[in-house]
């Protein structure tokens, strides 16, 4: 075994529900020399058939375990810088969106990012999702992101090009065997699907819930949204043993203090069986779901 590696690592504090969860061996990304580490620990994994997993500081993700067979790297680099003159920004990749955008506006007059304000996502899980927040996406001022490539060792430059985003997706989030150093983005101009007036930071602050969730929990359909379609089966409200949905969002898959990961589960596998009993229409969950298997 790899003697930078912890064992039984409790990581309940990683995800928004704060379910009940261990992990056989554990990692955390310090700085830049426990990068190379990286390729390390995938080599470990294959010689012990063990799976891995690269969690961020966004805590959108519900463990579906009890305790994790498997390796959780859990990444902290944090480092900004701003060119005022060009409007470059350049950040590590668990430097929280939500803090750099109020960094560049309160500070530097730059507006490009308010939407941003507020999205609990780090740099790095914005990118690798193509988080959208607002018709205001991770890609519109990407410039080019330095990862690892988790197979050679090698540290690449990726152009927006290269990284082929789509809704809610990349080419690291589709291959996954990268891992995301650092981001620069042009904030010189804004770059946006649609044009959007809706505040929000009041938004986020009077018509979102907050504690034991993890943000909106399903992808909104083509042409319709996620919480019409749950207050539609009638499922704003319900609860089911110590999960239940929202009254401020029925989109809001929430966490009471004893709720476990199979209440959540359970609740979720009722508001897709409902939807699809009498839409026709399938809930893809926008949360991640790490299973033991």
């Not at 056989?24 to 700085?31: G, L, P, Q, S």
């Not at 990286?38 to 010689?47: A, E, K």
């Not at 966490?255 to 209440?263: G, M």
Request: aromatic fraction near 18%; proline fraction near 2%; glycine fraction near 2%.
């Amino acid at each position: 075994m790899l003697e930078f590696l912890e064992e039984n690592k409790d990581i309940r504090h990683l995800s928004g529900f704060k379910t009940p969860a261990k992990t056989k061996y554990y990692f955390e990304i310090n700085n830049l020399d426990d990068v190379d580490k990286l390729v390390d620990i995938v080599n470990f994994c294959r010689q012990e058939n063990l799976s891995y997993k690269i969690l961020w500081a966004g805590t959108n993700i519900l463990f579906a375990f009890d305790e994790y067979n498997w390796v959780i790297i859990k990444n902290n680099l944090s480092w900004y810088n701003y060119d005022e003159n060009n409007k470059i920004l350049e950040a590590y990749s668990n430097e929280m969106i939500s803090y750099l955008a109020e960094i560049v506006e309160e500070k530097y007059d730059n507006k490009v990012w308010h939407r941003f304000i507020g999205l609990p996502w780090s740099v790095g899980w914005a990118v690798f999702w193509n988080a959208w927040c607002f018709w205001l996406e991770a890609e519109n001022n990407f410039l080019s992101a330095l990862v690892l490539d988790l197979e050679s060792g090698q540290r690449l430059e990726l152009s927006r090009q290269e990284m082929f985003f789509e809704y809610r997706n990349s080419k690291p989030k589709k291959t996954w065997k990268y891992f995301i150093i650092s981001v620069k983005f042009d904030l010189s101009k804004v770059e946006e699907k649609y044009s959007s007036q809706v505040d929000n930071i009041e938004f986020r602050e009077n018509k979102q819930p907050k504690w034991f969730c993890c943000g909106s929990f399903f992808k909104n359909p083509q042409w319709d949204s996620a919480w019409r379609l749950i207050d539609a089966v009638w499922l704003k409200w319900y609860k089911l043993w110590w999960a239940f949905f929202s009254e401020k969002h029925g989109n809001f898959l929430m966490s009471d203090w004893n709720a476990t990961f199979k209440d959540l589960l359970d609740l979720m596998k009722l508001a897709q069986n409902k939807v699809k009993k009498e839409y026709q229409i399938d809930l893809v969950n926008e949360v991640q779901i790490l299973k033991n298997n």
